[in-house]
């Protein structure tokens, strides 16, 4: 799709104007010519050309622009604009034909599909409005999804704020927590996670009636302004989910905690199957985890490899501060560091100017940790959120964008 905001040009193209022939001096001093004047030619005028006129651009008229019309552009039309046409409309750049605007929308034909509606034109974005080509794409009423952009950042949501951490590209630290006001959701463990799309996906783990209910954020705001997340509804058959996961083709996962929260009996992985924006949280078991070596997991983040790549499966899985490297397939995998509580979420490389991935981990009081990837040493803290109305201010799981990776999951 073309993303030009504007192709009318401005060129000064005209007509060429012709060298004149140099003038003989003959011998001796003052003029050689025969009119009445003190030049060289025979125009009886002052200057050094052959025209009748004062300047020195070789035409018939007053101004200086080489032609015989008395504007000052390099054509013969009057029109002050630099084509040969007398309308006003003057050269495009791209395929030097005349452009005459007709609806002032810094668009015209051939680029603009309806040159007399100032509402399409090519810097248009397509909406569904009944058969309208608004972007003249040659399209009709199709979406125009951007492209995610993605930067060095995490996200987490408790009690009535969602928070948007910042990191600095040049080493992964804390650049600052800007919280959002956000309504509407129970107040309970929050479970989130980043969509291929950039937006967020999260559940709340209601205290009041231990059931699940979805939201998303199709646009997550980064300078503080509220929110109010589109509510979807409840998970079916009173299972309760504790993390939400998105794996490197962008399939969703909810890990099911079985009978309660604090052990591994019945603890499944799900993957969503159905279309869980539209409300349809249909699902298949990909795995038992009730044998796993993590008793529960509150949540689910990338993996490393040993070449610092990021992998979606084996990742890390943390339990109440006990960090795992993990495969959620098998349900096995080895205690690495402990640090955080309930929030882990790993970056990749191509997000900082160094290329290195970073793991990091959040505690239930909002306190950021990062987590060498290689000797599992965790920091210091590396900046606090901010504080909540009730509850716990990391009482909630963490995300971030995914950055491209071949996925571990079976298919």
């Known amino acids: 799709m073309t993303t030009r905001s504007s192709n009318v040009g401005w060129i000064a193209s005209g007509l060429a104007v012709a060298a004149l022939a140099a003038c003989g001096t003959g011998g001796g001093s003052g003029d050689p010519d025969a009119s009445p004047d003190s030049d060289a030619d025979t125009d009886a005028d002052t200057d050094t050309d052959a025209d009748s006129d004062t300047d020195t651009d070789g035409d018939t008229d007053a101004d200086t622009d080489g032609d015989t019309d008395a504007d000052t552009d390099t054509d013969t039309d009057g029109d002050a604009g630099a084509d040969a046409g007398g309308d006003g409309g003057e050269v495009d750049t791209e395929t030097g034909?005349?452009?005459?605007?007709?609806?002032?929308?810094?668009?015209?034909?051939p680029f603009d599909c309806v040159d007399t509606d100032g509402a399409i034109n090519p810097g248009q974005l397509e909406s569904v409005d009944?058969?309208?080509?608004?972007?003249?794409?040659?399209?009709?009423?199709?979406?125009?999804?951007?492209?995610?952009?993605?930067?060095?950042?995490?996200?987490y949501s408790a009690d009535n704020i969602l928070v948007y951490v910042e990191l600095d590209e040049e080493d992964g630290a804390v650049v600052g927590f800007t919280p959002s006001a956000v309504t509407g959701l129970p107040w309970g463990h929050n479970l989130i996670t980043m969509l291929d799309d950039g937006s967020l996906f999260g559940a709340r783990l209601s205290d009041a009636d231990n059931q699940n209910y979805f939201y998303h954020i199709a646009d997550p705001p980064r300078d503080g302004s509220a929110v109010a997340p589109t509510l979807l509804g409840t998970m079916p058959g009173g299972i309760m989910l504790e993390a939400l996961y998105t794996d490197c083709d962008g399939r969703l996962y909810g890990m099911d905690t079985g009978v309660d929260v604090s052990s591994s009996t019945g603890n499944r992985l799900l993957r969503f199957t159905g279309d869980y924006l539209a409300?349809?949280?249909?699902?298949?078991?990909v795995s038992d985890l009730e044998v796993a070596d993590v008793a529960d997991i509150d949540d689910m983040g990338p993996g490393i490899d040993a070449e610092g790549e990021i992998t979606d499966n084996p990742g890390f899985a943390i339990d109440s501060c006990d960090i795992y490297d993990f495969d959620f397939e098998t349900g096995f995998g080895t205690m690495i560091a402990t640090g955080g509580t309930w929030g882990i979420h790993a970056l990749g490389g191509p997000l900082f100017t160094d290329g290195v991935s970073r793991l990091y981990v959040l505690s239930m009081n909002a306190e950021l940790f990062a987590v060498d990837s290689i000797t599992y040493a965790v920091s210091g803290i590396l900046g606090s959120g901010p504080a909540v109305t009730t509850g716990l201010p990391g009482w909630t799981g963490l995300a971030g964008p995914l950055t491209d990776c071949v996925s571990g999951f079976p298919e």
């Open 97 to 109: 034909a005349e452009c005459v605007d007709e609806d002032s929308d810094s668009w015209c034909l």
């Open 130 to 155: 009944g058969g309208v080509d608004d972007d003249c794409d040659g399209l009709t009423d199709e979406l125009d999804v951007p492209e995610p952009t993605m930067w060095a950042e995490l996200w």
């Open 279 to 285: 409300s349809d949280f249909s699902y298949v078991v």
